[in-house]
């Protein structure tokens, strides 16, 4: 059965770093594109960043130069590196398997909360 | 950017009713459209891409339609578990990006 779930959300200050996790099951992320989603609170979708199954990436005006999307083959999973966080980063980030077409399958979400 | 607006952003209906979701694409997407699906505090679930092949396990009462800039999401017999709201995005290009939103209440 295909699977993601994520990790690493919580709270934290405003400049400061966090790293999500998303571990797949049931395929190979190295062979498909992986997107990183994300929902702030009780409003609509933001797609935040892509990687490639050759391993170039692309991100979101808003993110790009502080997040940084990477993958471990061995383990499975993707990862998003957030640095120099705002307060307007706090959201539930889903990271999802991007089969260009659509995305078809989602992790359940990991809440990020920048805050002082 | 391509920008992608819905209408309405909310309606209500009844259980049985016929319902239609537009959503417009600010340039020509060709059929790059997928459709989702998300109900309170879950991850949205992919209903449609291709602006109308339907996802694996998908009730045949959903149904999508159109090309280049408008296209619409139709739930032809409405049931109390399509209940949610339901964003459209498109997959022409990178980055991308979702419709607002459309919420589907109970009358």
């Known amino acids: 059965e295909v699977h993601l779930v994520e990790s690493g959300g919580g709270l934290i200050q405003p400049g400061g770093s966090l790293r999500l996790s998303c571990a797949a099951s049931g395929f190979t992320v190295s062979s498909l594109y992986m997107s990183w989603v994300r929902q702030t609170p009780g409003k609509g979708l933001e797609w935040v960043s892509v990687l490639y199954s050759g391993g170039s990436t692309y991100y979101a005006d808003s993110v790009r130069g502080r997040f940084t999307m990477s993958r471990d083959n061995s383990k499975n999973t993707v990862f998003l590196q957030m640095n120099s966080l705002r307060v307007e980063d706090t959201a539930v980030y889903y990271c999802?398997?991007?089969?260009?077409?659509?995305?078809?399958?989602w992790g359940q979400g990991t809440t990020v909360t920048v805050s002082s | 950017d391509i920008q992608m607006t819905q209408s309405p952003s909310s309606v209500s209906a009844s259980v049985g009713d016929r319902v239609t979701i537009t959503c417009r694409a600010s340039q020509g997407i060709s059929t790059w459209l997928a459709w989702y699906q998300q109900k309170p505090g879950k991850a949205p679930q992919l209903l449609i891409f291709?602006?109308?092949s339907l996802q694996t396990g998908v009730p045949s009462r959903f149904s999508g339609s159109g090309s280049g800039t408008d296209f619409t999401l139709t739930i032809s017999s409405l049931q109390p578990e399509d209940f949610a709201t339901y964003y459209c995005?498109?997959?022409?290009?990178?980055?991308?990006?979702f419709g607002q939103g459309t919420k589907l209440e109970i009358k």
């Open positions: 995005q498109q997959a022409h290009s990178f980055p991308r990006t």
């Open positions: 999802a398997r991007d089969m260009y077409t659509a995305m078809d399958v």
């Open positions: 291709d602006a109308s």
